[in-house]
């Protein structure tokens, strides 16, 4: 079998207004097959417009999508076999089990093996006799999840999929990604947390204020993350030792207490702290927002224009 | 066969509701037509109070209050169960679409392969039922009670009478069902539906008396429905495809708009 010269996902100057609001201004997008693609924004970015528009739940007015080969909007229901749909929102009001609406779900897909869904419930830990209207947050985005795996599909396509999960079922979610990602399927997530996606994904478009601001390598981004760290040291430390360290940046000193920003490797100031005694430490990963301005605003020319950062859903 | 699925579980999921809405319907049809015996008996009482208001009467169908026809025509058909089974229909056809749609169900089965016209056009069908169902308890209540209350009226024209019934509440549950696939909005399904429906009762009961609002009462699907007295003289075909016309036409219009537009924005 040659390798499929297309990608999985590939959208160029997608748009999409609501009214006088514009959602979508023009959105580059490509997923190679067998890639784990994080799609981060800010909340109110474009995300979640831009895979409904993948999944045909509304339609572009301007642009190109390709999914599988195929246009939304023309093969949708062919398209939709092939991918697994986690929504970022899961209204479940019905008072019968968990059990009910995935079979349900299942012959909407002309049947699922049976025990795929009881293994992907048990992994998750998830109990499908238990009524859906009652569950828990976690618990819905569960069934939203095995709902998602159960028919194996070559793409998924998972809106905020951790979001309500604690962090075991993180872990087990990640591993579950990563399996699929070995079988030479697609999996194209989204997120406004860096640190959601960065343990797993091979690449990632950040999106913001509908339009993707920049396309990153996962090994690039990862080296290059930032960490905000506090130490606390059993007695008073000089700025100017930890400022002159190569990753540290915005060193500052309060009595006891250093404060700085670390890029990449913390490994330097690790060495340098230690000749101390440190009382505690904490390092904090930067939220998008402010990773956003320091790589792009910095590094890269202008940012985007400020369009108003709750655009949108 | 994974075709019947979307209409099957949507009629399982409202099961409660349905049974609910049978068990009205029932109640009163039972209990106006119990009140028949001892209306009989004051037939003349009547007889004088309606001449005594000859536009009035005609108006809410009060034609002849001494023969059961004219007094289940005037009570069970004329008013309670067509607005009864409205109000249902109304109800159900507005969760169909943008009920389901607000609350974000929807969305779970069209990301799956499943295409919008199978969605509406499964719901639709799952109103037909609907509304079947409560025009069948009218006739089953009407059948059994019939001997006993001596009403003496055929088993085919209580069959017309109720489906008259059960297509006028068809034709606005159909409305509220299109009025949300178009719009996608739940208030403006109710409040759509709702109106006309009034506006349809209202055309075919006190509009009468004005000769310039004569002409309301062709949009009104009760017109149709009880101006032939199914009871008297059975089922009327032309008005009875109108009946079947008008939601068929309804749906069609919304199918064509709901697979063309944006769902949940």
Known sequence: ?313 | MPVRDIFGKFLMDSRRGIIGWMIGVAAVTALYSSFWPSMENTSEAMGAFVEQMPQLAQAMGWGDLSTAEGYLGATVFGLLTPILISIAAIAFGTRAVAGEEEEGALELILTHPVSRYRVVVQRFAALAVFTALLGATIWVVLAALGPALDLGIPLAKLAAAALATALIGFCYGTLALAVGAVTGRRTHAIAGAAVLAVVGYLGNTFALQQEQLEWMRFLSPFYYALDPEPLVNGGDPGYTAVLVAVPLVLAAAATARFARRDVLV
Do not use: W
């Open chain 1, 1 to 313: 079998m040659t390798a499929d010269p297309l990608p999985v996902i590939s959208c160029t100057g997608l748009t999409k207004s609501y009214g006088r609001h514009t959602a979508l201004s023009g959105v580059d997008l490509a997923v190679a097959e067998g890639d784990v693609f994080g799609f981060l924004g800010p909340n109110g970015a474009g995300k979640t417009t831009t895979i409904r528009i993948l999944l045909d739940l509304i339609r572009r007015d301007t642009g190109d999508v390709t999914l599988l080969g195929g246009d939304p909007r023309r093969d949708g229901v062919r398209l939709r076999r092939d991918i697994g749909y986690l929504p970022g929102e899961l209204p479940m009001t019905s008072r019968r089990p968990a059990r009910e609406l995935l079979s349900f779900l299942a012959r909407l897909r002309g049947g699922v093996d049976r025990r795929e869904i009881e293994s992907l419930a048990e992994r998750f830990a998830l109990d499908l006799d238990r009524p859906v209207r009652g569950l828990s947050k976690g618990n819905k985005q569960k069934v939203g999840l095995v709902q998602a795996f159960m028919h194996r599909p070559r793409l998924l396509i998972l809106d905020e999929p951790t979001s309500g999960l604690d962090p075991l079922l993180q872990q087990e979610f990640l591993a579950l990604v990563r399996e699929v990602r070995e079988d030479g399927r697609t999996v194209f997530m989204s997120s406004h947390v860096l640190g959601e996606v960065q343990d797993v994904a091979d690449q990632a478009a950040i999106i913001r204020a509908g339009r993707i601001v920049a396309l990153e390598d996962m090994d690039d981004l990862r080296e290059r993350a930032l960490r905000r760290v506090t130490m606390t040291f059993a007695e008073p430390v000089d700025a100017q030792a930890f400022a002159r360290l190569d990753p540290v940046r915005d060193a500052s000193v309060e009595g006891t207490t250093l404060t700085c920003t670390v890029e990449g490797s913390p490994d330097a100031l690790i060495k340098e702290a230690a000749t101390r005694t440190v009382l505690s430490l904490t390092s904090e990963e930067p939220d998008l927002e402010e990773l956003f301005f320091t790589h792009y605003n910095n590094g890269r020319g202008s940012a985007p224009q400020e369009e108003g950062s709750n655009a949108g859903a």
